[in-house]
């Protein structure tokens, strides 16, 4: 049977000096939560009058108001505040394996739900935690989160009222909390019935419309480090989230910290709370400068609940004295645990020792806040990340610049830096050992053009001397295996002759001022089915062009034919000359040949004019002067889902072959090489309008939004995706087909 209606309100406390506690309506004392001590403990002697400490009733307003507003971010505090007392609910009533609910918003259901399955909340206790504030019942033990009793008004920085449903022991209380215009809130019991549900709390409210988006963006970084993570559902259906700060790249261990890779900004990890480190305030402290190295990295620290000081907002490390020097204390243990844990890798790393110094730099270059003077005992002996020096044997090096492909050579180098740029090769082959190692650095080259290159190249004779000038340990890298350098590309044809020009193919770079084009290699063909053939000038595709436009140029052959085409290249004098119709038993003819028919004309025609979807998505804007320039993409994914009479299936038809995913600039710098080079006149100027298409499909759409009122604002976030479906698809088709039955 359900109970009377009852309103209780909110209440201030009294803070007696005297015996520091914080007493509820009933006079019981609340537990003290375990923080870090701030204080220094002051005895007295004798008779002192007591003063007691309290809050203004006629404030209290403005009191509740300051801490319903004391968040930065008001969605991210009511994820971490309300999800923390679904945590420590469950902790409580030892139901981890049950778990906790969040229900996130959507644009179709704005509904935020809140739902543990712990110990639930009487209605006296409501009483007592809800009607005052600061109340908690969570003070003095440090394995639950929550402990200031300010959270759960927290709700009050985003929405003016919120619901609370308890189950408590058989009975199901139903609350209705809201601000009224003194400022502070009412809690309204509207309902209380037996059940026999389990016990548990749930809180309920509705997200505004500005918030949906943020709710379902910070649902992932608010849970990231919390132990008991929520089953979430948006609509009904479950979803799938990914809590991953990073890969970790270094697990301190027993030493309770993280570093992963990124850039993140370092956080320290309480009861499941990540509060960002406030690193730049530290650094202004010069103690802390040796440590700006690891302040710098993306580290995760985890610490006991109550350890470091927070802000009563819980969004910030609160940065006393005492805070600070266990922080600065902290840092140091970090630091301290590195050196044996990198010993062990070298412990455990087999290789020579030129391998040995990449894997030092490797764990230096992630750990930059350690000694560059650093060493580590590798085979008996102290390693170092330093060069390598020589003094009597002779090592030459051989290397490339930034931006330049020529290779230098320096004869008799002293110093020989190890690093991934850098490779020491022993010269094993009597003859073409050199040869090999400057084909394989223009190799790299053509990977990495940005990059220098070098490889240090010594001699068999020069071995002994080395190894004893260096302490090397190990085998060496031989230059016998290394490829051996390419022929001049020639190959049989068709008609059993052999071309012997020097045929290539695109290398992949796409740089004019470089080499563009390589020796042709029939193994990186298999699955060609012909070959279009160009002149080249300079071993650059048409010289002053950019390789791209014959990439674009190949892209069209192969879509206006159906056959996986690829291009190949000769110097113009032999293009000219060359009339075999096969080369390495497939078909091959000169592009103009291709170019010129009526059919490949035809063909780029129609794609010339085409819209490029993007340039179509703002030309609808910009007409229609709508904002929201996904309507089209709903239309598109929406259809062939209605019958051909239905406005959406109509509204595409009217666009389908005026508009292309592809952008159209492809089709432009491939003109440039067949107007240049072949004949402008072949093309005629007739492009279509499309203006006819546009304005029916503008017709449709104004049909659309006026037939379906929920159809544009679901368009505004249709574009959020889950597993690469359309996140809210099957509602808005549930819809339209609903709007269409009424009709």
């Excluded at 993280?258 to 010069?286: C, D, F, Q, W």
């Excluded at 009597?430 to 400057?438: P, S």
């Excluded at 592009?591 to 028919?597: A, D």
């Excluded at 104004?702 to 679901?714: E, H, N, Q, W």
């Amino acid at each position: 049977m359900a109970k009377d209606f009852s309103v209780f309100s909110i209440k201030s406390l009294d803070h007696d000096i005297k015996n520091v506690h914080i007493r509820d309506s009933t006079n019981q004392p609340y537990h003290t939560m375990i923080i870090a001590d701030k204080t220094n403990k002051v005895q007295f002697e004798g008779n002192f009058e007591t003063i007691s400490v309290g809050i203004d009733q006629k404030n209290i307003a403005h009191f509740f108001r300051m801490i319903a507003n004391l968040y930065q971010d008001p969605t991210m505090a009511v994820l971490r505040e309300v999800g923390a007392n679904c945590v420590d609910a469950t902790i409580e009533a030892g139901t981890e394996k049950l778990g906790w609910e969040l229900h996130l918003p959507s644009r179709l259901d704005g509904n935020v739900r809140f739902v543990d399955n712990g110990v639930g909340i009487s209605h006296d206790q409501m009483i007592r935690i809800y009607s005052i504030i600061g109340a908690s019942s969570k003070r003095g033990n440090n394995d639950l989160i929550g402990g200031f009793g300010v959270g759960k008004w927290s709700l009050c920085s985003l929405v003016n009222n919120f619901q609370a449903v308890s189950r408590f022991n058989g009975t199901k209380s139903q609350y209705f909390i809201s601000l009224q215009s003194s400022g502070l809130p009412d809690i309204r019991l509207i309902k209380s019935e037996a059940t026999t549900e389990r016990n548990g709390f749930e809180v309920k409210f509705l997200c505004p419309d500005r918030k949906v988006s943020d709710f379902n963006e910070k649902v992932e970084k608010a849970y990231r480090f919390f132990a008991i993570k929520p089953r979430v559902f948006r609509d009904g259906k479950s979803v799938s989230l990914t809590y991953n700060f990073g890969n970790v790249i270094f697990d301190g261990g027993i030493n309770n910290f993280s570093i992963y890779n990124g850039a993140n900004s370092p956080v320290v990890v309480m009861g499941g709370v990540g509060y960002r480190l406030p690193s730049e305030t530290l650094l202004e402290n010069k103690k802390f400068e040796k440590f700006r190295g690891l302040l710098n990295c993306n580290i995760a620290i985890h610490v006991p609940i109550g350890e470091y000081s927070i802000t009563p907002s819980r969004e910030a490390i609160q940065l006393d004295d005492l805070t600070m020097s266990r922080i600065f204390a902290k840092l140091g243990q970090i630091v301290d645990s590195f050196v044996p844990k990198m010993q062990v890798d070298m412990d455990a790393f087999k290789g020579n020792t030129w391998e040995a110094k990449l894997k030092l730099k490797e764990l230096r270059d992630v750990f930059t806040f350690l000694p560059d003077t650093l060493k580590l005992d590798w085979n008996g002996k102290p390693l170092t990340a330093a060069a390598m020096s020589v003094k009597d044997a002779k090592v030459n090096l051989y290397s490339t610049a930034s931006w330049n492909k020529k290779i230098s050579v320096d004869e008799g180098v002293k110093n020989i830096e190890a690093n991934k740029k850098a490779f020491l090769f022993l010269d094993d082959l009597k003859l073409g050992g050199i040869g090999r190692a400057k084909q394989a650095i223009l190799e790299k080259k053509k990977a990495d053009s940005y990059a220098s290159w070098a490889f240090y190249i010594l001699k068999e004779s020069e071995k002994a001397k080395f190894i004893q000038e260096t302490g090397w340990v190990g085998e060496f890298a031989l230059t016998s295996s290394l490829p051996k350098v390419s022929g001049n590309g020639t190959t049989s044809v068709g008609s059993g002759k052999v071309a012997k020009g020097t045929f290539r193919q695109r290398s992949g770079r796409n740089y004019g001022i470089h080499e563009c084009v390589e020796f042709y290699k029939p193994a990186s063909h298999v699955k060609t089915d012909r070959f279009i053939l160009f002149p080249t000038a300079a071993n650059k595709v048409f010289g002053i062009h950019q390789a791209t436009h014959v990439d674009d140029l190949i892209k069209l052959i192969s879509r206006q034919s159906k056959t996986e085409v690829a291009a190949l290249f000769l110097p113009t004098a032999e293009y000219n000359d060359f009339t075999d119709s096969d080369f390495d038993s497939k078909p091959i003819v000169k592009f103009e040949e291709v170019v010129k028919t009526k059919k490949f004309v035809d063909a780029v025609q129609k794609l010339d004019s085409v819209l490029p979807w993007d340039v179509f998505i703002n030309m609808f804007r910009d007409k229609t002067n709508w904002a929201m320039r996904s309507i089209p993409f709903v239309i598109k994914d929406l259809y062939g889902v209605f019958d051909e009479n239905h406005v959406i299936t109509k509204a595409f038809d009217c666009i389908k072959d005026i508009v292309a995913d592809d952008p159209k600039s492809h089709i432009t710098r491939a003109m440039k090489i067949i107007i240049e080079l072949v004949d402008a006149t072949i093309f005629s100027d007739n492009k279509s309008t499309n203006e006819k298409q546009l304005s029916e499909f503008k017709d449709h759409v104004d049909k659309i939004v006026a037939t379906y009122p929920l159809f544009s604002p679901v368009a505004d976030d249709y574009n959020v995706t889950n597993g690469n479906v359309r996140t809210f698809k099957k509602p808005l088709i549930d819809y339209i087909n609903l709007v269409d039955a009424k009709n």
